[in-house]
């Protein structure tokens, strides 16, 4: 069996080691080794976007990503996204707008659409629907996720702007 | 998934001596959205994966008056993201924004898209009507392929066991010169190919002849196509829809699709035609400077 690597990684703000085998993926660390089982696994093989973290400020298919790429990385999964005030704005809007059934899909939707908007803070419908392609749904149907995040970035647009503003991307 | 080794070299010298040392049994690693994939579900069997994201030659992008050096591990949307590739060498990122979703586009890069070497590959038809060559390296030294020459087969390609892509490099772009990639799908996004077109356009400075064309298509063929005798037809003649209704017909005439649960052969002909018609429309659309509008997901 090939040896074991230790991986170091900024997860969620904090600094955090493990040991994985090069053979397993991101998803398997995060859930089986790390016990975040928030992030959750779909199709294994990059069509559902469950699986959707944020790996160095990019949302990525952590099913497609082995974990020892990600040596030295920044991520960011759902459990990183509430904080001690509370949920975010889009887990509220998702929340409001019924926007999840089973909710297996819920925090890949969440992950993509908070990077989305940290990108582009007033986003047209196809624009949405666009960015969201690579996340699928198989109980909701996407009017209602895409309306909760229509809402979100219009009753929360100076969180967005201001978050946008922050990273230099306007 | 399958046991195997995994290795991060940060020198081409170093990671082509890896996969000497491991002969057939290595695969690189770039986005690893075909590899990763192909490997858990066991159509390949490697022992070491060599990452090769860490070396400076395969992350260059580098646009300048000599033209464009894409390094084989640059991420798509570093592609569409980069304004000289999409004034310039609009095709190209045409084809980045519609390989997979945002997530996908976030790892995969066109060099493990042409080394992937599918039929239906979003990236080739544009690699191929931009005349992009592909570097390579190996134990033996370096050598030049053009983009055209380079699938031999579904899957397949002209790499030697030890060999890898390090860059495509493509030439200046000229003026009055506009490209574009389309394709069918029944989807609005994510979905493969049932037939893709490229397609890359040089008029006269009046904009109404054809100075030069390329024409590539995917999808209807073991791999993908260059349209040679279709291109060089159009040289001379004018900007019109005869002349591009012509061009479409001799493209049909190499194509050789297959008939599969994306669509008939029969049906993938006559898409070939009315989808060469539109990419030489639009490529002419932006040869004259005017917008075509690509819009998302459309
Ligand atoms: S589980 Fe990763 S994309 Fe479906
Ligand atoms: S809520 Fe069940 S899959 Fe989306």
């Given at each position: 069996m090939a040896k074991k690597r230790v991986v170091t990684t900024t997860l969620n703000g904090n600094q955090t080691e493990f040991l994985c085998e090069p053979r397993q993926?991101?998803?398997?660390?995060?859930?089986?080794?790390?016990?975040?089982?928030?992030?959750?696994?779909?199709?294994?093989?990059?069509?559902?976007?469950?699986?959707?973290?944020?790996?160095?400020?990019?949302?990525?298919d952590s099913c497609l990503v082995l974990a020892v790429e990600a040596e030295g990385a920044t991520l960011r999964t759902i459990e990183g996204v509430a904080t001690?005030?509370?949920?975010?704005?889009?887990?509220?809007a998702f929340l409001e707008g019924a926007a999840l059934q089973c909710g297996i899909c819920?925090?890949?939707?969440?992950?993509?659409?908070?990077?989305?908007?940290?990108?582009?803070?007033?986003?047209?419908?196809?624009?949405?629907?666009?960015?969201?392609?690579?996340?699928?749904?198989?109980?909701?149907?996407?009017?209602?996720?895409?309306?909760?995040?229509?809402?979100?970035?219009?009753?929360w647009q100076d969180h967005y702007m201001k978050n946008c503003h922050e990273k230099g991307c306007h | 998934?399958?046991?195997?080794?995994?290795?991060?070299?940060?020198?081409?010298?170093?990671?082509?001596?890896?996969?000497?040392?491991?002969?057939?049994?290595?695969?690189?690693?770039?986005?690893?959205?075909?590899?990763?994939?192909?490997?858990?579900?066991?159509?390949?069997?490697?022992?070491?994966?060599?990452?090769?994201?860490?070396?400076?030659?395969?992350?260059?992008?580098?646009?300048?008056?000599?033209?464009?050096?894409?390094?084989?591990?640059?991420?798509?949307?570093?592609?569409?993201?980069?304004?000289?590739?999409?004034?310039?060498?609009?095709?190209?990122?045409?084809s980045c924004r519609i390989i997979g979703g945002v997530q996908i586009q976030s790892r995969a890069s066109v060099g493990g898209n042409l080394c992937n070497s599918g039929p239906a590959a979003d990236s080739i038809p544009s690699l191929i009507a931009l005349e992009a060559v592909a570097l390579i390296a190996g134990p033996k030294g370096r050598r030049e392929v053009a983009v055209e020459d380079f699938c031999t087969g579904p899957g397949k390609n002209v790499l030697a066991a030890g060999e890898l892509l390090v860059e495509l490099k493509f030439p200046a772009r000229v003026a009055n010169s506009g490209s574009h990639y389309r394709r069918f799908i029944p989807r609005n996004e994510m979905d493969i190919a049932v037939v893709g077109v490229g397609a890359s356009v040089v008029l006269n400075d009046a904009k109404d002849k054809f100075v030069s064309a390329r024409i590539s298509l995917g999808a209807v063929a073991p791999t993908p196509l260059f349209a040679k005798a279709a291109g060089d037809g159009l040289a001379g003649q004018p900007v019109n829809d005869d002349s591009i209704a012509k061009a479409a017909a001799a493209a049909k005439v190499i194509a050789k699709p297959i008939t599969d649960m994306r669509g008939t052969a029969e049906f993938r002909m006559h898409i070939t035609g009315v989808l060469v018609e539109r990419a030489l429309k639009a490529a002419v659309a932006r040869a004259k400077g005017e917008h075509v509008d690509c819009k998302v997901g459309h």
């Open positions: 993926t991101l998803l398997e660390v995060l859930r089986d080794n790390l016990d975040l089982t928030g992030t959750k696994e779909g199709c294994s093989n990059g069509n559902c976007g469950a699986c959707t973290v944020i790996l160095n400020g990019r949302p990525v001690a005030a509370g949920l975010d704005p889009i887990q509220k819920t925090p890949g939707f969440i992950m993509q659409s908070e990077w989305f908007l940290s990108q582009n803070p007033k986003p047209t419908e196809d624009e949405i629907r666009f960015n969201l392609a690579g996340n699928l749904c198989r109980c909701t149907g996407y009017d209602k996720i895409v309306r909760s995040v229509q809402d979100a970035a219009t009753t | 998934m399958r046991d195997f080794e995994y290795e991060a070299p940060i020198t081409l010298a170093a990671a082509i001596e890896l996969a000497g040392k491991h002969n057939s049994s290595a695969r690189m690693l770039a986005g690893g959205t075909d590899l990763i994939d192909q490997v858990r579900v066991g159509r390949l069997a490697p022992d070491m994966l060599i990452d090769v994201k860490k070396i400076a030659e395969l992350n260059v992008l580098e646009h300048s008056s000599f033209g464009l050096r894409l390094g084989a591990a640059v991420p798509c949307y570093q592609v569409y993201g980069h304004c000289g590739i999409v004034s310039d060498y609009a095709a190209l990122a045409d």
